[in-house]
């Protein structure tokens, strides 16, 4: 994907390039002018890249080679399940400063690390706010993969521009609670997360300014867009992260 598209959202100046790597990225400008780059690995796996740092968010080995990554100076795991937690990629991409973050259950599988918890907040990168959130599963069949007040998902605020990264997590009464996000990250399938009509239904809780499904698996993700192409200003992007 060598293009280049430039758009406004709520003001901000939004760019979407190509990363120098094999990966999809898209760049978002905060109300200061500076750049955001949202790198799209795979399932559950980012990477933020923000002031020449990086953020490595549920790193796993069996979606990329991340010897091939710059060394991350923040690690976020939202919980402990092996698609996104990955003991190996975690030290691939460690180095001395590297600062980790993660719930509870994770930090205990890993060994070292910062807990955070829903409700938490703390500064990464020095100016960066991250707010853990709430992520679980509602419907009673599916409570015991993602039990509440286990699990995090992550709001990042970079100079004003506000990025959710919701990790396994359905249509919670939580989200109402999100405010001002620019861009949103929302998990799609089954039977771990959420439905497309969850999805949807999700993103008109808080209504973020971009969407992004993923962790979608087989999921036929194109019927997110016509669940909100009416009554709705959410732009629904899709990136390759099956």
């Not at 200061?32 to 799209?40: A, D, H, R, Y």
């Not at 993602?146 to 521009?161: E, I, K, M």
């Not at 929302?186 to 959420?194: D, E, G, S």
């Given at each position: 994907?060598?293009?280049?598209?430039?758009?406004?959202?709520?003001?901000?100046?939004?760019?979407?390039?190509?990363w120098?790597?094999?990966?999809?990225?898209?760049?978002?400008?905060?109300k200061?002018?500076?750049?955001?780059?949202?790198?799209?690995i795979?399932?559950?796996?980012?990477?933020?890249?923000?002031g020449?740092?990086?953020?490595?968010?549920?790193?796993?080995?069996?979606y990329?080679?991340?010897?091939?990554?710059p060394?991350?100076?923040?690690i976020?795991?939202?919980?402990?399940?092996?698609?996104?937690?990955?003991?190996?990629?975690?030290?691939?991409?460690?180095?001395?400063?590297?600062?980790?973050?993660a719930?509870?259950?994770?930090?205990?599988?890993?060994?070292?690390?910062?807990?955070?918890?829903?409700?938490?907040?703390?500064?990464?990168?020095?100016?960066?706010?991250?707010?853990?959130?709430?992520?679980?599963?509602?419907?009673?069949?599916?409570?015991?993969y993602?039990?509440?007040?286990?699990?995090?998902?992550?709001?990042?605020?970079?100079?004003?521009?506000r990025?959710?990264i919701a990790?396994?997590?359905?249509?919670?009464?939580e989200?109402?609670?999100?405010?001002?996000?620019?861009?949103?990250f929302?998990?799609?399938?089954?039977?771990?997360?959420?439905?497309v009509?969850q999805?949807?239904?999700?993103?008109?809780m808080?209504?973020?300014?971009?969407?992004?499904?993923y962790?979608y698996?087989?999921?036929?993700?194109?019927?997110?867009?016509?669940?909100?192409?009416?009554?709705?200003?959410i732009?629904v992007?899709?990136?390759?992260?099956?």
């Open positions: 994907m060598n293009t280049k598209l430039v758009m406004f959202v709520c003001g901000m100046l939004v760019a979407a390039s190509a120098a790597g094999p990966y999809d990225t898209d760049t978002f400008k905060t200061s002018n500076k750049e955001v780059v949202i790198t799209f795979k399932h559950g796996s980012l990477m933020l890249t923000y020449g740092k990086h953020i490595q968010i549920d790193p796993v080995s069996q990329a080679d991340y010897a091939t990554f060394k991350a100076d923040v976020l795991i939202t919980h402990e399940h092996p698609d996104h937690l990955d003991l190996k990629a975690i030290q691939t991409i460690t180095k001395n400063t590297t600062e980790l973050i719930n509870e259950a994770s930090q205990k599988k890993i060994g070292k690390g910062k807990v955070v918890k829903n409700g938490d907040k703390a500064t990464i990168l020095g100016t960066v706010t991250l707010e853990a959130v709430p992520a679980y599963n509602t419907t009673p069949e599916r409570k015991m993602h039990p509440r007040y286990r699990d995090n998902g992550y709001v990042l605020t970079f100079d004003g521009l990025i959710y990790g396994d997590t359905e249509d919670i009464p989200l109402k609670n999100l405010k001002n996000i620019n861009v949103a929302l998990p799609v399938n089954q039977p771990y997360t959420m439905t009509e999805a949807a239904n999700a993103a008109k808080f209504s973020p300014k971009v969407l992004y499904p962790h698996s087989t999921t036929v993700i194109e019927g997110l867009k016509n669940e909100l192409k009416c009554n709705t200003e732009e992007r899709i990136r390759q992260m099956q």
